[in-house]
């Protein structure tokens, strides 16, 4: 039995606020799985199943439909804000208010509150998924349990400020080694600055200019951007190895392949020692043509826009379910130290998905 | 007494075994300097003076002149290079045996064998050189006891492959910082890159071509170089701040203020939001058109160069005393695993020293 129990009666702004005080930074989802498991196993018409420090629970109506509710449990690090706060302008502010626990507190209430939903329901709840691809919770319960996630269509409650968003763009990341030769910063021409070297690929990243295609009515906008830069070796040592760390974000209308020659090309003259890629995710199509889509859609209202960043949806349409994002946060506010969800807009999620599943 | 004496009858390259198997590292000299006092104070021609572990032997012979004689006690780290192996070819390899105990064994070389040198002599030997600037036994001594340094003329032992090296060039180390706004890595156009913003910083050192300005006949090299460049958030964020550290090593004909003003120049354009002087010590002139330097010259022979790196001859020359390096070792060998340093090379420079002092 967890320390902390959620409390499924709690209006959905204030499941938030007891998520966010509940801290679950990437690699530490294991109490709050746990209190997840727990809360899920006290109600009656749900199965529940686990595997890591992820969750999923299901009805078993025979209904013609099936619908996943997914979400995930982690957040970025924490950044002096936690505890949450609500003001007030009914603002509730806090690691994770955004992105996604406000999302995961509708997950939770309309698990507990729907028992008898007018199509089947899977709640997935999952950990790291901000981090790297390869810890992803839903790709390893995609990969060990995928008759877990089997469904006509999967909203992912990540942070679309209430609005259905269709698709979403692809994550490319690269690792760039510039060559150098070490030599004492005294004696400069006796080695080679590596560092130096990178000049190049950071003039490259500065003068970059975006593609924003506009796929099935929605516009994407993509970005190249150095994540992380690392050189050095001592104060009065002319350095060997600088890394320069880049993220492509693309539209869905490349291809994985297409991406990384796109990137390659990119730097072709940058006279680059290594080019590993360390992580790749490709995007979704926005997929918004499939009729259980257009059935959300026009439940819900409201008028779709594309997906800028990354999401899950990606693995859904992998596993041959259509999925839109559809969450409470402002996705512009998603991992910044001033993170916030207005908490009208939580309830209007809530009550917008309960009209869908009871209708 | 001391439980393994120095051998002040050995030959200079015997007595440098000695020495490096007599660690010594940085912050450890202090039985070494407890040796090098013991064996001092055995030589009825010398008066002995001790401050920490800093250990000062002086002439009192009413000479003309008054020369000093200076080395550091101090190694850096051992790295499996201890103890000190003699190989067939005359190479004596070993922690220090460049840099710089074959110095030290020929400074007291002299001391032994030279009881009435035509110029006063000053011994001076000294702790923690291969550290920070604020634990240099030479500056604790130049400010506790400058009369102790009084003189006309300084040779400092350090590694110069057996030619004078004269002056030393300056060095500054400051740190940039650029400035940048966090969003997400999905949405870069949210915020601002900082380390895009290093671009133009990178691009002008990249395309930085140094001054050589000659000085007192001695071509200088200045460089302008990143040692360190650190900047990045998380994987998905686009960062809001990058720290380069640029080393400028200047020629002695700047003052530490017009070095100053001329890396804040450098780098005016660059739009950078922090720039802060980590570390800053000016270089020393050649000084070799002074009589007592000049006639040194022409006691040793051989034609004097530039000394790239920053050494303790600026000390003495802000001192008012004018100061060169000469030394056995091969400076380019200092502070490597495989330090060596032939022993004809040691025998040589004792030599030419006892042949100026004694002519």
Redesign the interface.
Known sequence: MSETPLDLTLDAPALTAQLVDFPSVSGTEKPLADAVEEALRALPHLTVDRFGNNVVARTHLGRAERVVLAGHLDT??IADNVPSRLDENGVLWGCGSCDMKSGVAVQLRIAATVPEPNRDLTFVFYDNE???AELNGLKHVSEAHPDWLTADFAVLLESSDGEVEGGC?G?L?VILRTKGERS??????MGS?A??????I??K??AYE?RKPVIDGLEF?E?L???????????????DA?T??V?F?YAPDRSEEQALAYVKEFFADCDIEEFVVD?HTGGALPGLSHPAAAAFMAAVGGEARPK???TDVSRFSALGVPAVNYGPGN??L????DERVEITRISQTEERLRSWLTA
Chains 1, 2 share one sequence.
């Open positions: 970025v690090p901000e981090v790297a763009q994550t990341r004492h910063s005294a004696r400069a021409w600055n560092i130096h070297s990178a000049a190049p950071l003039a990243l500065a975006p906008h970005g951007n150095a994540v992380r830069i690392e050189g050095g070796v001592a104060n009065n040592v002319i350095p600088c320069v760390v993220n974000r992580d800028f960043g990354w996705p512009l998603a991992h910044k130290r």
